[in-house]
């Protein structure tokens, strides 16, 4: 709804501010929490020996 705010409406940077805080704010977290999973789950992966190639 921000793009099409900005793009239609003529929506300045305060109207769209809170909208860009919250997308950052989501990146900031969901970003380094995904890498924390995989990495997690690739050293399970690793540990038990699924990631071998068979065939």
């Known amino acids: 709804m921000a793009k099409r705010a900005a793009l239609l409406d003529g929506a300045g940077l305060g109207e769209l501010?809170?909208?860009i805080l919250l997308l950052l704010g989501?990146?900031?977290v969901l970003i380094p929490l995904g890498m924390i999973v995989f990495r997690k789950a690739?050293?399970?992966a690793k540990k038990k020996g699924k990631l071998k190639r068979s065939g």
């Open 42 to 44: 690739e050293f399970y």
């Open 26 to 28: 989501v990146g900031i």
């Open 17 to 19: 501010l809170p909208t």
